[in-house]
Every structure is written in C-alpha cells, then in structure tokens.
C-alpha cells in the first residue's frame, strides 16, 4: 500500500545504489581533507583524480558488492574492495585512518537529513496548506462541541481544522530541530579518539564541512544514538498529531453524527457485504500508523544505551527503523492532506446537531448571568442543572424546552428579564472571539 504512493526521491535516497554512492563521496570527502592537511601521506591530486576516475566509471554494482560481501562478511570491506576494482590503485588511499562506522554513521546523516527535508517539504506543500483552507472555509460554520464524547458549548467547525493546524506546526518545528541534531557525522577512527595519527580533528571538521554536517561532540566509535532516538521521538509526535486528527473525524463520520465525510470515488466500495456502507478508512489507516511510528521511536530509545564503545544491537534496528520510518511519516503526511483536501463538511448537519442539543450549550452562560445577578455559584449552579436535567430526561416528550423553563421560573427571572436572558442563547455571543484564536494561529 505505502509503496505506491512514496515519494521517487525517497524511494531512491533509501536505496542500495545511493547509499553506496554516498559512502564513496565521505570516503572521497574525508581523502580530500586529509590530502589537504599538513604532512599528508596522501599525494596531492589523489582526492580530484579519484573523483574524476568515479564519474567516468559511472555507480557502483550493488550486486557486485552484495557478492563480495557474501564471501568476507563485512559490508564496507566489500564496498572498499569493489571500488578498488572499479578505480585502481589509488583507491588504497579511500579509508585511510577510518573505521567502518565513521562512514556508516555519517552516510545515515546525510540520508536522514534528507528524508526528514522530504516530510518537511510536504508538510509544508501538502498537509498545513490543506488544514488551512478547511478552517477558513468554517471558520464561522457552527457546530456543537464534545467533551467526552458529549454534547458540551458551540464551537466553530473551522477550530477542528485549525487546531490541528498549529498541532502538526509545532510538530514540524520538533522534526526541523531533530533534523538539525541528527545532521551530525564522526570521522574520528575506532573508538573516537583519532587515534590512528592520520586523521585529526582538523582534518574531520574540513570532510565534514563539505558535507554539511557538523562532528560529534564526543563520539565513540559511533555518533550518540540520543539523536536518532530524538529524530524517531520527533517522527512519532506528527504521526501523533496527524492521529488526533484522524480520531476526530472517524468519529464525525459516524451514522449517529454524520457531520463530515470522506471522499468516495465513482466506482469505490465499502464493503464487500454491504453495498451500502462508506467507512473512513484513511482516517483509521492513519491511526494504525502511527503506531508503528511510536513502536520505532520506542526502538531507536532501545538503542541508545550501548556497551562501552559500541556493540552492534544498534545496527539491525536501525536499518529496519529509519527507511521505514521516514517512509511511513512522508506517506502519512500525504494521506492526511488526501483526506483533509477531500472531506465533505455537511454543515446542515452540523446545525441540526446543534439544534438537537436543545440548546442546553446555553447552561454555562445562565449560570455565571445568575452569579453576576447575585445568586451564589453553588445555587446557580443547582438550579441551572435541574432545569437541564429535567429537558435531558423528557426530551421528545413534548416538554418545555429549556430556555421555556427557565423562563418560567421565578428564581431566574427575577434577577434576570427576558433579553438577558434570551441573550445567553445567541450562537454569535458564543462564537464573536473564534476570529481572535485564528489570527493566533494564522500569524506568519
């Protein structure tokens, strides 16, 4: 399902053909940095022949390399031996003073820098756009707001979309400060220390420069896996997000509540029983997963806490974990602009919702009128709650409704008259500081 829709760059960035690439361009970044420093064993020339020798070879075999390494068992020794064969000689020069995981963990920062840039972009392109233009559409369509999944005050249809809005922003904010933290390489040899006399922290921090990155802090023979554990927490909190979302309008959808649906197309089913039924699935395929999101997150705090150095439990999550992961969440964020984009906001039935309320949205408002009048909150509280109950209780019976009966009682009306107390029931009076939240929200 998710294949068809990921995005061709992020298929590609996750591929085996690019990762190979790219740990031919560190190794090539950290050759022209150390041919560059004082006193290099590298002969000058070495880094720019190499390169050029590269393009005119064209990519390297994935195959190739799967064979070697089905013969030595280690994946960059494989890697170094095919280049050697695709580049000659002066290949012997590529990995000098490096350690597997220098090139290991600085390709996975350039991918993962830019498979979050990729989410970024459609969330931006995609997701806040389409939020944004279902709020202002209703921004001042009434409906009946839920607390508990219960009738509770009006509020305007807009403030569903709009929430969300500011919730999947501030979530794109945490990937971008993620991005930033996992945008981190290490070319500091075995356990992080230099130690092999050839590569220095100069010379690191001038290959790392030219890839964009920046050096750990104190690395080991690996980057700190807090800041992977940091970007998959950021990943989880959108899918999170986008999951609040998605509950909210699986339970709009409902048969009882029908106040929004999703798109059908021409020819879709729903059921294979039932030619009747229209169910939301994209909004509980969302929810479904954002659990895997949350289950990675969960794994890549798993990996954090290593034996001494390094050991290797890291590394068979994380190749499962970050493709899909950055995969998972760039099609999430599609899917929900998908539906957002799509929805059907049935504002009549937002209204006749609203009616069905009997109005007793008004409650909050009776009291505090009855409290500036006088009466104490503890009495107000009781007498607007009798009413309210009593209307709850004979409801389609024919009874008073609720403003009737407060109208007709004599503890009401003689601290409130009619107007002000008609005055408690306007959905305008409800709704007049709703364009206040969204200039809030909306403020560039």
Same mark, same amino acid.
């Given at each position: ?18 990762? &190979? ?6 190794? &090539? ?28 070879? +064209?990519?390297? =075999? ?8 089905? !013969?030595?068992?280690?994946?960059? #020794? ?9 580049? *000659? ?14 090139? #290991? =963990? ?7 820098? /830019? ?31 839920? @607390? ?15 929430? $969300?809005?500011?919730?999947? =922003? ?24 230099? +130690? ?17 990155? @920046? ?15 940091? &970007? ?5 909190? #959108? *899918?999170?997000?986008? /999951? ?74 994380? !190749?499962?974990?970050?493709?899909? $992961?950055?995969? &998972? ?8 602009? !998908?539906?957002? $984009? ?31 009048? +006088? ?39 003689? !601290? #409130? ?28």
């Amino acid at each position: 399902m998710i294949a068809r829709y990921t995005r061709p760059e992020l298929a590609a960035l996750w591929s085996e053909s690019r990762r &190979l690439a790219l740990f031919l361009e560190v190794e &090539l970044a950290a050759t022209a940095a150390l041919e560059a420093a004082p006193s290099s064993p590298i002969p000058p020339g070495t880094a720019a022949r190499l390169r050029q020798l590269a393009a005119q070879v +064209g990519p390297l =075999d994935p195959s190739r390399v799967a064979e070697i390494e089905q !013969r030595i068992q280690h994946e960059l #020794l494989a890697f170094l031996e095919h280049v050697e064969e695709r580049l *000659g000689p002066e290949a012997r020069w590529l990995h000098f003073g490096l350690t597997s995981s220098d090139v #290991l =963990d600085t390709v996975l920062a350039l991918q993962l820098r /830019e498979a979050t840039q990729i989410i970024i972009r459609g969330i931006d392109e995609q997701l806040l756009p389409a939020l944004r233009r279902q709020a202002t559409a209703h921004q001042q369509t009434p409906m009946i707001g839920r @607390t508990h999944g219960i009738f509770a005050e009006p509020i305007a249809a807009g403030l569903i979309f709009l929430g $969300s809005y500011a919730e999947i =922003d501030r979530a794109k904010a945490r990937v971008q400060r993620a991005q930033k933290a996992i945008s981190v390489g290490k070319l500091s040899g075995a356990v992080g220390i230099y +130690g092999s006399g050839s590569v220095t922290p100069e010379v690191e921090e001038a290959a790392l420069s030219s890839l964009g990155l @920046t050096a750990e802090t104190v690395a080991t023979q690996i980057v700190g896996r807090d800041r992977h554990a940091e &970007l998959l927490w950021s990943l989880a909190s #959108l *899918g999170a997000a986008i /999951e609040r979302l998605a509950v909210n309008l699986r339970h709009l959808q409902r048969s009882e509540v029908r106040e929004v649906e999703e798109a059908f197309a021409p020819g879709q089913k729903g059921s294979s029983a039932m030619p009747h039924k229209k169910n939301p699935i994209s909004a509980e395929n969302l929810c479904g997963l954002a659990r895997l999101l949350r289950a990675s997150a969960s794994a890549a705090i798993e990996n954090i806490a290593l034996w001494h150095e390094r050991d290797i439990s890291h590394s068979s999550v994380e !190749r499962v974990i970050m493709p899909d $992961s950055t995969t &998972l969440c760039d099609y999430m964020v599609q899917r929900a602009a !998908r539906l957002v $984009s799509g929805l059907s906001v049935r504002t009549e039935r937002m209204r006749q919702n609203l009616s069905e309320s009997g109005d007793l949205y008004a409650s909050e408002k009776v009291m505090l009128q009855l409290v500036r009048a +006088g009466m104490s909150r503890q009495s107000a509280y009781e007498l607007v709650q009798r009413h309210a109950l009593a209307c709850v209780a004979d409801r389609g019976l024919g009874s008073p409704s609720f403003l009737d009966r407060l109208a007709g009682d004599p503890q009401v009306t003689e !601290r #409130l008259s009619g107007e002000a107390l008609s005055a408690c029931f306007e959905l305008a009076t409800q709704l007049q500081h709703v364009p206040t939240i969204f200039m809030r929200a909306l403020r560039d």
